[in-house]
């Protein structure tokens, strides 16, 4: 389970351009459960997420990870037990490692290593394992530097980069943005079988409505750092999520 209680976050301090993002926040994210977090540009939510992992600092407040405080731990060592896609495909890999050589740095986190001594071969059936299970025939281009991927493929691998160790929190931002919409939909399915395989907690950032309600068991919109609409996803209808966006861009655009 995640807790976020109290949070507060602003950018430009003390000047005349700050940006208040959140202010005395607070948001429980339920342990196993897939959480789908919508809502305007702006409205905090990448910001969030990067208040979860650790890539920026929270003024004030507390992030409870399995009631453990992790407001303090760097963004590394949060990488330990968080698990994160970017939106760019090319983030969550090293584009001139092969397969391989991704797949052994990823099985490695944490652990103390040399390049040299990168691959332990003793795994490659394993990876193989795994790479099988999204049938887009990676297992077959081991020795394949990663830049010659297609998006969809390098995103396929971050995915799975991200969920070996069993993260106890994944983190999706927008993973599937860059994608064309077949691509997109063939990686929300793995993502959708990776997640339930694992039973893994999940948090992902969308503007696909549809995703947010076909993929996540639970829909939370933001707008203005506060939380506007929080429903189990089967209580909520495309059309329904649609308005409430559509309301709250006018509403911007007005002022």
Known sequence: MLRILNLSKSFNKGTENQVDIFTNFNLTIE????????????????????????????????ILLNDKDISNLTEEKRALFIGRVHQDPSMGVSPTLTILENMSLADKKGEGFSLRRLVNKDRIPKYVELLKDLDLGLENKLNTQV??????????LSL???????????????????????????????TKELI????????????????????????????????????????????????????????????
């Open 147 to 156: 830049k010659y991927l297609s998006g969809g493929q390098r995103q396929s």
């Open 31 to 62: 342990k196993n459960k897939c959480t789908a977090i919508i809502g305007p540009n702006g409205c905090g939510k990448s910001t969030l997420l990067n208040l979860i992992s650790g890539t920026f600092k929270a003024d004030d407040g507390q």
């Open 160 to 190: 799975l980069m991200a969920t070996m160790k069993f993260p106890d929190l994944l983190l999706l931002d927008e993973h599937t943005a860059a994608l064309d919409p077949k691509t997109s939909h063939v990686v929300m399915m793995k």
């Open 196 to 255: 339930e395989k694992y039973k893994m907690t999940t948090i992902f950032i969308s503007h696909n409505m549809r995703d947010a309600i076909q993929y996540s068991d639970r829909v939370i919109m933001l707008d203005q750092g506060q939380v506007i609409l929080d429903k189990a996803s089967k209580e909520l209808t495309e059309e329904e999520l649609m308005d409430i966006y559509r309301r709250k861009l006018d509403e911007h655009l007005l002022h």
